[in-house]
Antibody, heavy 123, light 108 residues
Framework: QVQLVESGGGVVQPGRSLRLSCAAS????????MHWVRQAPGKGLEWVAL????????NYADSVKGRFTISRDNSKYTLYLQMNSLRPEDTALYYC????????????????WGQGTMVTVSS | SYVLTQPPSVSVAPGQTARISCGGN??????VHWSQQKPGQAPVLVVY???DRPSGIPERFSGSNSGNTATLTISRVEAGDEADYYC???????????FGGGTKLTVL
């Protein structure tokens, strides 16, 4: 079945870096756009970044632009989020999500979500 | 930047109809998606492209979108529908996905 499993979260000091991974299975990973979405404790959903099916296009939320980098390795069925210069306000559960149609557009819904990996930024 | 406004909470008795609104400037010109999130769980898509349902989502869930308001309607509400619901759009002017603040549905 279609599955997304995030990993790489943990506790990190402000200003440090962390790389999240999202392992995909059960579908042709290279055919779908992917997103990262985060949720601070007790708060709502906040979109972080998207990457097109082939990695040629990507967009970021203003809150992470210049600090986070989304990438993918289609041969490894894996999505990444490189997070640099982390701040306490980046503390959240980070989800990866798969869009619906093959190829697709940034407008597409998130048809499948992972269970998330927790990132805590604290000294 | 584009803003989506949802009521913080909606309450409804079992068997009744719940309507959750999502307001945005000319949102009727955009495709709206709705996700359900139960406590301690990842979100699940319940309506996409204004009114389509993913496979496995009951017909009780429906959506509409016109003018400045999109609406998620849940008919014959059940206790298991109690959750947070989020609307979502793509803002082409900023090239970003935007989520509403979420609505907590309480089944009385």
């Amino acid at each position: 079945q279609v599955q997304l499993v995030e990993s790489g979260g943990g506790v990190v000091q402000p200003g440090r870096s962390l790389r999240l991974s999202c392992a995909a299975s059960g579908f042709t990973f290279s055919s779908y756009g992917m997103h990262w979405v985060r949720q601070a404790p007790g708060k709502g959903l906040e979109w972080v970044a998207l990457i097109s099916y082939d990695g040629s296009n990507y967009n970021y939320a203003d809150s992470v632009k210049g600090r986070f980098t989304i990438s993918r390795d289609n041969s490894k069925y894996t999505l990444y989020l490189q997070m640099n210069s982390l701040r306490p306000e980046d503390t959240a559960l980070y989800y990866c999500a798969k869009t619906g149609p093959v190829g697709g557009t940034p407008n597409d819904a998130f048809h499948i979500w992972g269970q998330g990996t927790m990132v805590t930024v604290s000294s | 930047s584009y803003v989506l406004t949802q009521p913080p909470s909606v309450s409804v008795a079992p068997g009744q109809t719940a309507r959750i609104s999502c307001g945005g400037n000319n949102i009727g010109s955009k495709s709206v998606h709705w996700s359900q999130q139960k406590p301690g769980q990842a979100p699940v898509l319940v309506v996409y492209d204004d009114s389509d349902r993913p496979s496995g989502i009951p017909e009780r869930f429906s959506g509409s979108n016109s003018g400045n308001t999109a609406t998620l309607t849940i008919s014959r509400v059940e206790a298991g529908d109690e959750a947070d619901y989020y609307c979502q759009v793509w803002d082409s002017s900023s090239d970003q996905v935007v989520f509403g603040g979420g609505t907590k549905l309480t089944v009385l």
